[in-house]
């Protein structure tokens, strides 16, 4: 069985939220682990678990600028990139440049070093879909020109040039298309539904549902990601592959969950729909289960209990109200 100890990856976007529990789970299977982030959308917080422990070094570096990595390298994992609809909105052009310029850096890294390379790929590319639930054959349906597509045009180009120096240079590719994650280490602020209903909720607040929150989502814990995330790689699978947890609900039963499960929260309130927001999303994760053998292990409301210890600690280390 292939496996990660002994190894040596490197992780971009290792001070983000997913970044930083794949460094994690990288150094409990014995890898040693270099983590690479300019905290664009990271923070220093998130490596708290990291620092000290053996095998892990952090080094602050913007991508686009260039990446350069002493020594061995077995695993280049991409995960640089801002990630929610808040976050891209306020950084667009930081955004496409990470995706396109910052991809090609580190294809560069993998195709020098021999390393295996993997894209952290989104759900996104399949935009407002008109196959459900989306399989990796579906081309998508995206929006050029709208708000989302510094980020789902970005992703796709990413793919793009990631298939690219698998043909051309022969580097060994690998492409995720990760769907809604949740977990520890969200920013309370990010704007995403989870950290906005669970601080809603422990503050008593109303739920600030968008639309008329008949849109659906399918909720994965960061675990049952990080897992799929080292399945991949230690695959020889370069053709894309959906992790997600297929158990899809509405934005409404989303927030009925979040209250039970934290014990709290108003009433609902609707605001306006972004523009472009997706109106239905499940992965199909057939390719997941059949090749890596990967299914989600971790059952939504054990994952929100989780979710929210976590954001209770935050809320009173940060004294927020
Ligand atoms: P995040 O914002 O917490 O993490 C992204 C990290 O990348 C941050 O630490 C940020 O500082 C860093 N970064 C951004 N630009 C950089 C640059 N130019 N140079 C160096 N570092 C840079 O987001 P996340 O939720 O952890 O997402 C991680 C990856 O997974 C992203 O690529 C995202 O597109 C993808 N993804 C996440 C989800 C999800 O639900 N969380 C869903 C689909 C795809
Ligand atoms: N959403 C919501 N209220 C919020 C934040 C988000 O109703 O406070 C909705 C959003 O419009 C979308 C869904 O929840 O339909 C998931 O949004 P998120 O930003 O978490 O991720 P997306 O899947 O849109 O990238």
Redesign the pocket.
């Known amino acids: 069985m292939p496996h990660m100890r002994g190894k040596r990856a490197v992780v971009?976007?290792?001070?983000?939220?997913?970044?930083?529990?794949l460094c994690e789970r990288l150094l409990d299977d014995g890898a040693a682990v270099v983590a690479?982030?300019?905290?664009?959308?990271?923070?220093e917080e998130?490596l708290r678990g990291l620092r000290g422990r053996p095998g892990f070094e952090f080094f602050k570096?913007?991508?686009?600028?260039g990446l350069s990595v002493d020594g061995l390298v077995d695993f280049v994992f991409?995960?640089?990139?801002?990630?929610?609809p808040i976050?891209y909105a306020q950084?667009p052009l930081?955004?496409l440049?990470?995706?396109s310029i910052?991809t090609e850096h580190a294809l560069q890294l993998a195709e020098a070093k021999g390393a295996v390379f993997l894209q952290?790929?989104?759900?996104?590319v399949y935009g407002d879909p008109l196959v459900h639930p989306q399989h990796e054959g579906y081309y998508g349906n995206v929006n050029p020109i709208g708000p989302r597509a510094v980020?789902d045009e970005a992703?796709r180009y990413a793919e793009a040039i990631t298939s690219a120096y698998a043909r051309v240079r022969g580097v060994k590719t690998r492409i995720v298309?990760?769907?809604?994650?949740?977990g520890p280490?969200?920013?309370l602020n990010?704007g995403?539904v989870v950290p906005a209903f669970v601080s809603q909720a422990l503050r008593g607040q109303d739920f600030t549902v968008f639309g008329d929150g008949k849109q659906t989502r399918s909720f994965?814990y960061?675990k049952d990601?990080v897992d799929g995330l080292v399945r991949l790689a230690l695959s020889d699978v370069t053709d894309p592959v959906n992790i997600g947890n297929p158990r899809e609900m509405t934005i409404l039963q989303f927030a009925e969950a979040v209250r039970a499960a934290a014990g709290g929260g108003g009433k609902i309130v609707y605001q306006p729909l972004p523009q472009n927001d997706p109106k239905q999303r499940q992965p199909d994760i057939t390719r997941a289960r059949t090749l890596l053998g990967w299914e989600p292990r971790v059952p939504l409301e054990e994952g929100l209990r989780e979710t929210i210890s976590y954001f209770r600690a935050v809320a009173s280390t940060h004294g927020a109200s």
């Open positions: 971009l976007g290792g001070a983000g939220f997913v970044g930083s529990h690479v982030d300019n905290f664009l959308t990271g923070a998130n570096q913007d991508i686009v600028e991409n995960l640089a990139s801002p990630a929610s976050d950084l930081e955004t440049r990470v995706g910052g952290a790929s989104t759900s996104e980020y992703k298309r990760i769907f809604n994650t949740y280490r969200m920013r990010d995403r994965c960061v990601l």
